[in-house]
């Protein structure tokens, strides 16, 4: 850099540069800015180092100003000829398990990337607060103490794949961080494994493998089972369950699907038919399960549910470990009711060395490989990468997980738990209760985080501001809106949203209304999210924790009797409260717990003569 000086200046110099020949500092810049006939400053500046995605002129900048503050000369005739750019460092992106190559490039192109595998959780937190994303796979446990180590910087968390059990989303939210995964890429890679694994079991394809190796020929002792004219049972019907049906469609297989969303018309469309979950269980050869880890999934298939299963069925899992009870599975594979398992997820991964389970000879199992082919590597990477530099970008992504959670959520969340049959929600009326004209009531959000209120306790998909309207048309799901006057303050934008689900049976009958919709309806009040409203019974229930409903006779001493019945099973109340139509009639009891209560409990609750129907409900 040069510039020349015609005259002294009183001004002393802010900006220097040093020759590499000599210590002599020369003020030259500012020289050249106090000329008496000052010409417009054109100045370009370039540096090769990789820490900014623009030169940094930052220093420059600042003195500039600085220097033009305290000139004597005309400021104006200065700082519209100034074209400096500020500095941009470029964002810290932390891989901590293995991403495809040309996932990692597009993230190089955006900005500084570390590929840190196998940290510990402690090293993780050491790490974290350098970083402004991370991208994990299944292996990585993304907790809170993770987000409280970032201490704000972390902006986004990438997931590639599909289940995000490994990453703590509520934490997530509290920090202001966001949460995408790749939803898309690996499905044909999971939905051929599921086959892989049907196939292999149906044959004892490892077990004889296995055999051979020891130096044995046992061809009488395996004997498989053929898989034409069988009825498979494909629990979850999402993108990977509609895949493993096509395919075993190809295979001569009879195929059958529970899930609540599925539309029909899908089904139909490649020759599956649409039952209840029960119905599946006791119809089923094959059970085959591709549905999300969740706390309305969490150990499904236990003692009680393969109970009701067909004796000698087949099960595959290519979905998630947590869903099904493990020892409950080891007694169903002794007793027989369970001839055969192959699994490839675990609720621990890796699972013990001397798990029961992974030691059964009539047990396939493989570790987590559902995504694991080359093609399917290569598309993940370049999904979560793209959602990842997108979020970065300050865009929201259609796969983010963790949108922004409103009141009405719960609503949504509740009204789906009360639900029963396998027949699945497919129209839901919305009525908004608000002092404000129906034009200036913007209920986008509130429609999608009902949406995902609805759609995701049940389903493998991921609801937010962006996909809701259209994840619920896939679906099948018809949302009408309605717009009630209400005598408030238009102040708040909404006084009370009324849930109202059509053509679907109730668990809970109390909830249906008069017009036969289960019905309910809330409230925020001081800031917390209340439930005001159970089909024709008002209540005044708190949606904080779980919540258990009880409509009862209306007498003395029910509060007490359920009340005890709770303290004996360590479940601690946080409120109770009774709504009822008349004096000595019925009423709904409203029960906040702070624990999940066992099945005892409830079965003794659901003993005491005065309580007609119960429900528990997660919220």
Not at 342 to 370: C, I, M, R, Y
Not at 581 to 599: C, K, L, Y
Request: net charge neutral; glycine share 8%.
């Amino acid at each position: 850099m040069a510039a020349s000086s015609s005259s002294s200046s009183s001004i002393k110099p802010i900006f220097t540069t040093r020759s590499k020949s000599s210590n002599s500092s020369k003020s030259s810049l500012l020289s050249f800015l106090h000329n008496t006939n000052p010409k417009p400053i054109s100045l370009k500046f370039s540096s090769h180092n990789s820490n900014y995605t623009t030169p940094p002129s930052f220093t420059i900048r600042n003195s500039l100003q600085t220097a033009l503050e305290t000139s004597e000369l005309p400021v104006s005739k200065f700082q519209d000829d100034l074209n400096l750019q500020a500095v941009t460092p470029k964002p810290t992106i932390l891989v901590s398990e293995k991403l495809g190559e040309a996932g990692l490039a597009i993230l190089r192109s955006f900005g500084n990337v570390e590929c840190l595998y196998d940290l510990s959780p402690e090293a993780l937190c050491e790490k974290i607060s350098q970083c402004d994303a991370l991208i994990v796979r299944s292996g990585t446990k993304v907790t809170r103490s993770v987000f409280e180590a970032a201490n704000g910087k972390l902006k986004v968390v990438g997931r590639a794949g599909v289940g995000i059990d490994n990453v703590d989303l509520q934490a997530a939210t509290e920090f202001g961080c966001l949460v995408v995964n790749a939803p898309i890429a690996n499905t044909v890679a999971a939905a051929e494994h599921g086959i892989a694994l049907l196939a292999s079991m149906a044959r004892n394809v490892s077990q004889a493998d296995a055999s051979i190796k020891a130096g044995k020929w046992l061809r009488s002792k395996y004997v498989g089972v053929s898989l034409v004219g069988k009825t498979l049972a494909v629990m979850g019907f999402g993108k990977v369950g509609s895949e493993v049906a096509r395919r075993a469609k190809g295979l001569g297989m009879n195929v059958i699907a529970h899930d609540p969303y599925a539309p029909a018309d899908k089904a139909r469309a490649v020759g599956v038919e649409l039952v209840s979950f029960d119905q599946a269980l006791a119809t089923a050869d094959f059970i085959s399960l591709h549905m999300p880890l969740n706390p309305t999934t969490s150990k499904i298939f236990n003692d009680e549910t393969f109970a009701k299963m067909k004796k000698g069925v087949r099960i595959v899992n290519v979905a998630r470990g947590g869903v099904i009870d493990e020892e409950a599975l080891v007694r169903a594979l002794d007793s027989g009711v369970v001839a055969q398992a192959a699994l490839d997820v675990f609720t621990e991964e890796p699972p013990a060395k001397d798990s029961k389970l992974v030691q059964h000879e009539n047990v396939t199992v493989t570790p987590h490989l559902g995504a694991s082919t080359k093609e399917a590597q290569e598309g993940v990477a370049i999904e979560i990468a793209e959602a990842v530099v997108g979020a970065l970008r300050g865009e929201l992504s259609a796969t983010a997980i963790n949108a922004p959670m409103v009141p009405s959520e719960k609503l949504g969340r509740l009204a789906v738990q009360l639900v029963s049959g396998g027949s699945g929600i497919k129209s839901v009326k919305l009525i908004y209760r608000s002092a404000r004209d129906p034009d200036d009531l913007d209920t986008r959000i509130l429609r999608a985080m009902i949406t995902k209120g609805i759609i995701e306790p049940i389903s493998a998909s991921f609801i937010n501001l962006v996909n809701a309207d259209f994840t619920a048309k896939q679906k099948g799901l018809r949302i009408s809106e309605e717009r009630v006057v209400a005598d408030s303050s238009p102040e708040f934008p909404i006084d009370s949203i009324q849930v109202q689900l059509s053509n679907v049976d109730s668990k809970f009958a109390a909830a249906v209304s008069e017009n036969g919709e289960i019905s309910i309806e809330g409230k925020v009040k001081f800031g917390i999210p209340h439930l005001t409203r159970v089909g024709s019974f008002g209540v005044d229930a708190s949606l904080e924790g779980n919540l258990i409903l009880c409509r009862q006779v209306d007498q003395p001493g029910m509060i007490g009797k359920v009340g005890n019945i709770l303290g004996e099973h360590n479940v601690n109340v946080n409120f109770m409260s009774v709504g009822r139509t008349f004096r000595r009639n019925h009423g709904i009891m409203a029960i906040g717990v702070d624990e999940e209560p066992n099945q005892d409990s409830l079965k003794e609750i659901g003993k005491v003569p005065a309580i007609e129907e119960f429900v528990f409900l997660k919220l």
